[in-house]
T-cell receptor
Framework: DAGVIQSPRHEVTEMGQEVTLRCKPI?????LFWYRQTMMRGLELLIY????????DSGMPEDRFSAKMPNASFSTLKIQPSEPRDSAVYFC?????????????FGEGSRLTVL | EDKVVQSPLSLVVHEGDTVTLNCSYE??????LLWYKQEKKAPTFLFML????IEKKSGRLSSILDKKELSSILNITATQTGDSAIYLC??????????????FGKGTHLIIQP
């Protein structure tokens, strides 16, 4: 299995621009998570999906952030408009169905720099 | 709000030393505690602990959970330079309809000097 695939690996953009991060989870995993990692705050859960349905988006910082999962093999995290404080590494992770949700499989992350 | 606190935040030791990393947590409806190792890229899974007092072991790494003290330790014996990484502790909460995502601590940055 190829693992969780994220793109782009690196993104540098200017303040105010729209940013779209993409994720392909491991086939057969019913849960998909978006995390953000910074030095100051560590790894923070932004949102997670179960069977393509958003379950908990309480970690999404502001209305500028939105996430979708149109099908079982694809999810996007969008920031519009982006701000310098959004600079971070954004990880997508997936896990199996209930009973195995403890073990997350992470993608390699998308490093976002907003100038 | 769930909380996971790791200590120390950073640690520098020499190759061959033994290290103990700590994790304490506050979470409602605790389901499990997990340890991850993060080198340059994605965190990779080490252990999942659900029962108190049962040690999990993998080579030179071992971990144990103390539900009474709401804490866990991760031990690494005979450290090697390849053990240098950020070690992340996370707790999983079980809620009504299913499990929530993990809450992570900020990690312990471990550096092993040759």
């Amino acid at each position: 299995d190829a693992g969780v695939i994220q793109s782009p690996r690196h993104e540098v953009t200017e303040m105010g621009q729209e940013v779209t991060l993409r994720c392909k989870p491991i086939s057969g995993h019913d849960y998909l998570f978006w995390y953000r990692q910074t030095m100051m705050r560590g790894l923070e859960l932004l949102i997670y999906f179960n069977n393509n349905v958003p379950i908990d988006d309480s970690g999404m910082p502001e209305d500028r952030f939105s996430a979708k999962m149109p099908n079982a093999s694809f999810s996007t995290l969008k920031i519009q408009p982006s701000e310098p404080r959004d600079s971070a590494v954004y990880f997508c992770a997936s896990s199996l169905t209930l009973g195995h949700t403890g073990e997350l499989f992470f993608g390699e992350g998308s490093r976002l720099t907003v100038l | 709000e769930d909380k996971v606190v790791q200590s120390p935040l950073s640690l520098v030791v020499h190759e061959g030393d033994t290290v103990t990393l700590n994790c304490s947590y506050e979470v409602t409806n605790f389901r499990s505690l997990l340890w991850y190792k993060q080198e340059k890229k994605a965190p990779t899974f080490l252990f999942m602990l659900t029962s108190s007092g049962i040690e999990k072991k993998s080579g030179r790494l071992s971990s144990i959970l103390d539900k009474k003290e709401l804490s866990s330790i991760l031990n690494i014996t005979a450290t090697q330079t390849g053990d240098s990484a950020i070690y992340l502790c996370a707790v999983e909460r079980a809620s009504g309809g299913g499990a929530d995502g993990l809450t992570f601590g900020k990690g312990t940055h471990l550096i092993i000097q040759p």
